[in-house]
């Protein structure tokens, strides 16, 4: 059976085993290339040191690595995960420092930030390739940093499977997935 991804807010995640948390490898010095305007949760992004930076493209040399900022909704009508989302805006150098989390083969976690991303937390997003997620489908990263359905295990650079069809801690569909490579 499959499960369609399509979500109202932005990314969620639910970090069920990330070995990054534990082993202390956590990045957030730097922040996002000026192209990158939002960051949600669930997308990876790669440090660029040399040019003083995080991106989401391919081409930028390093891993990919887990965005998990830390999430302060000081509106109180705004305290789901789904209202989470780091602007430009919110800054006020207008420049996004995401937290990034270094991932690992085994690591485990339950997400629903699947190929795009969203433009409010009260917005419907319905993926166009990967809207539909089943048991054992694989996920790759794609150039904007989010995980997308492939049509089989790559050989080569970060792969994701779909362990279960699951929800979100508000009750929207997600999936919860293990890096296998």
Not at 25 to 31: D, K, M, R, T
Not at 99 to 114: A, E, K, P, Q, W
Request: net charge negative; proline share 4%; hydrophobic share 35%.
């Amino acid at each position: 059976m499959a499960i369609t991804m399509k979500r109202i807010g932005y990314g969620q995640v639910e970090p069920n085993h990330l070995s990054g948390i534990v082993t202390g490898q956590i990045y957030a010095q730097l922040p996002a290339a000026t192209a990158i305007t939002q960051f949600e949760n669930g997308q990876f992004a790669k440090y660029n040191y040399a040019a003083g930076q995080v991106d989401t493209a391919a081409a930028t040399d390093g891993e990919y690595m887990l965005v998990y900022n830390e999430e302060k909704n000081y509106d109180e009508r705004y305290q789901s995960h789904k209202d989470f989302v780091y602007k430009t805006a919110d800054f006020t150098d207008g420049k996004i420092y995401p937290r990034l989390i270094r991932t690992y083969v085994g690591d485990v976690m339950t997400t629903n930030t699947i190929e795009v991303a969203n433009t409010s937390n009260t917005a419907e997003v319905t993926p166009t390739t990967s809207a539909s997620l089943a048991v054992n489908n694989y996920l790759t990263i794609s150039a904007t940093g989010f995980l997308t359905k492939a049509n089989s295990k790559p050989e080569t650079g970060i792969c994701w499977k779909v362990v279960k069809e699951y929800t979100m801690p508000d009750g929207q569909p997600g999936v919860k997935i293990q890096r296998v490579q």
